[in-house]
């Protein structure tokens, strides 16, 4: 992807890395629009950044997703790239009756959401000389945090679907890319003074630096470890991963 003259829509791009990416990426020379559900984080955002635009939309709900994309469709008509970011994150606990709203909440966001932006946009997409999607899964999607289950089987199924996308589209102008943090210093799960979690900053440098090559998957190097603990011994290294988070 050509790193300036892009319009790029971001969702959840009021706050942590959607706010990072949504900087960078406006600093680069793009023109970004970004969305979330918080008015005030994204005023505050585009406040910040002067020619950032936003628009209040919410991932979970269908309407809302058909609404806006017209919208940004109609008054960007060369929108060449989406940023499917918007997420949250929960503690659970898969051993007992989990809380009704707490799935459907977080299945709902983290991946019905990028499913129906991606079907929104793509006909849109496949008309644009060079496109891209990327989503934003997890690095809890491939050795899953156990505290919080449904979280790591939402990204899970996001990667999935995200190769499958991938295939669909490789004879179009679309490239679908995924990004896959690790634990970053965010609001998500109050993790901004957290010392055992990756700087955004630092994030947000190591992660522009990948979008500027040709890979798929963009892992920075913090969480190249769990990455490449997919395999036959995942199982183990997922069981010895949670002992360990949980022994502090």
């Known amino acids: 992807m050509k790193m300036r003259g892009n319009i790029i829509f971001i969702t959840g791009g009021g706050s942590g890395i959607g706010r990072g990416l949504a900087e960078a990426l406006h600093k680069a020379g793009n023109q970004v629009i970004i969305s979330g559900r918080r008015k005030g984080h994204l005023e505050a955002t585009t406040a ?14 269908p309407a809302s997703i058909a609404a806006v994309s017209k919208q940004i469709t109609r008054d960007y008509p060369r929108l060449n790239v989406i940023i499917n970011n918007a997420g949250v994150m929960q503690i659970d606990d898969a051993s007992t009756a989990i809380d009704e709203a707490l799935m459907v909440s977080t299945v709902s966001t983290n991946l019905l959401g990028p499913m129906r932006v991606t079907s929104a946009f793509i006909e849109h997409l496949k008309k644009q000389p ?57 609001d998500m799960l109050n993790s901004n003074n957290e010392p055992g979690a990756m700087p955004l900053a630092t994030f947000i440098a190591q992660t522009m630096a990948l979008i500027a090559t040709e890979e798929n998957e963009l892992v920075v190097e913090a969480a190249k470890p769990l990455r490449a603990a997919v395999g036959p011994d995942n199982g183990a290294f997922a069981l010895k991963f949670n002992d360990d988070f949980v022994a502090g």
């Open 48 to 61: 910040a950044n002067p020619g950032m635009v936003s628009v209040e939309m919410d991932v979970s709900d």
């Open 130 to 186: 060079d496109a891209t999607i990327f989503n934003v899964t997890s690095i809890l999607g491939f050795v899953p945090l156990a505290v919080s289950a449904v979280y790591s089987a939402t990204k899970a199924a996001l990667h999935s679907y995200s190769q499958s996308l991938r295939w669909r589209l490789q004879d179009t102008s679309v490239r679908v890319r995924e990004i896959a943090p690790p634990w970053v210093q965010t």
